[in-house]
């Protein structure tokens, strides 16, 4: 089977980074991915790790380790639209697994 | 391109009706999916389609079918709504399988089941 843990809630100050991590237990995946859901809109996809290591795309960055069976999303320079719930994903087979959500609150 | 959209985007159903939910993709994508969102559970799968005239269970399949008559529509129906089924809908595409497998999302359907 597959499970995946993230966090339920995460709090930062507007400007700052965040780490959201993702710990996974799975017989086998293509890779890790990362969507972002506003309350009331369609989830959105972020970035995918295929392999070990750093992906980068403007403020978000994601991260990958098989051999510790983990993962986080990083996001810097804060702003306030980046309020919403994050998901991390497992791509396998025809599918994908999805965790149960990280919802991130922004203080001013 | 309208991308993914769902209808309808609210219904409030009564113990023991029926109804069916239409998602349409124009991306041309061959494979489709529908998840439910309730609090603290995430996003699961309730059955997929990995092409035209296919259809598979996911995780949470019961009280509900699919159909995938057209490449471009989806439908899920619920044959005897349950309160448990109250939820959040999404309908989702993507090109296929492999490594990526980008998925687009609808914008959801909210369910209410009395």
């Known amino acids: 089977g597959q499970s995946l843990e993230q966090p339920s809630e995460v709090t930062a100050v507007e400007g700052a980074i965040v780490q959201i991590n993702c710990t996974y237990q799975t017989s086998g995946f293509y890779g890790l991915s990362w969507y972002q859901h506003h309350d009331g809109g369609a989830p959105t996809f972020l970035s995918y790790?295929?392999?070990?290591g750093l992906e980068e795309t403007g403020r978000f960055s994601s991260f990958l380790s098989r051999s510790d069976s983990y993962g986080y999303l990083l996001l810097q320079e804060l702003q306030m639209k980046d309020s919403a719930s994050y998901f991390c994903a497992l791509n396998r087979d025809d599918k994908i697994i999805f965790g149960k959500g990280t919802r991130l609150h922004i203080l001013p | 391109n309208a991308g993914v959209t769902q209808t309808p985007k609210f219904r409030v159903l009564k113990t023991g009706q029926s109804m069916t939910l239409l998602c349409a993709q124009d991306?041309?994508?061959?494979?489709m999916y529908w998840y439910r969102q309730d609090p603290g559970m995430g996003l699961r799968l309730i059955h997929y389609?990995?092409?035209?005239?296919?259809?598979a269970k996911g995780e949470v399949p019961d009280g509900y079918n699919v159909s995938r008559l057209k490449k471009q529509n989806f439908l899920l129906g619920l044959e005897s709504a349950a309160p448990s089924q109250t939820s959040v809908y999404f309908c989702?595409?993507?090109?296929?399988?492999?490594?990526?497998?980008?998925?687009?999302f609808g914008p959801g359907t909210r369910l209410t089941v009395l």
């Open positions: 991306m041309n994508h061959e494979y």
């Open positions: 989702a595409s993507s090109y296929g399988t492999g490594s990526y497998n980008e998925q687009f």
């Open positions: 389609s990995v092409g035209e005239g296919t259809t």
């Open positions: 790790n295929a392999l070990d």
